[in-house]
């Protein structure tokens, strides 16, 4: 099982990204998905988890400008990301819970500058 991060990339501030991940592979059940990221110098950090049939939780410093999706028949996971700022600058890291395993993707640069 793979998950595979994009749309990552340079926006000024006030702008938007959505990045997706897409899970391959034998997959049977996935019962949490979530986005992570780490700045340089700081830990990884929840941005938005959600798990199966559960509402979906935000860090306080996303909320109201990020909006975590899924598309099950696609096996894929969205974070739409609006009113972007400098620091939410950070590699993002896509997370999923599949066959009882957890998965990551390989991240997705996000760079938010002038």
């Known amino acids: 099982v793979q998950l595979q991060a994009s749309g990552g990339g340079l926006v000024q501030p006030g702008g938007s990204l959505r990045l997706s991940c897409v899970a391959s592979?034998?997959?049977?059940?996935?019962?949490?998905m979530g986005w992570y990221r780490q700045a340089p110098g700081k830990q990884r950090e929840l941005v938005a988890f959600d798990t199966t049939g559960g509402s979906a939780n935000y860090a306080d410093s996303v909320k109201g400008r990020f909006t975590g999706s899924r598309d099950n028949a696609k096996n894929t996971m969205y974070l739409q990301m609006n009113s972007l700022k400098p620091e939410d600058t950070a590699v993002y890291y896509c997370?999923?819970?599949?066959?009882?395993?957890?998965?990551w993707g390989q991240g997705t640069q996000v760079t938010v500058s002038s």
């Open positions: 997370y999923a819970r599949i066959n009882n395993v957890n998965s």
């Open positions: 592979g034998s997959i049977f059940s996935i019962n949490a």
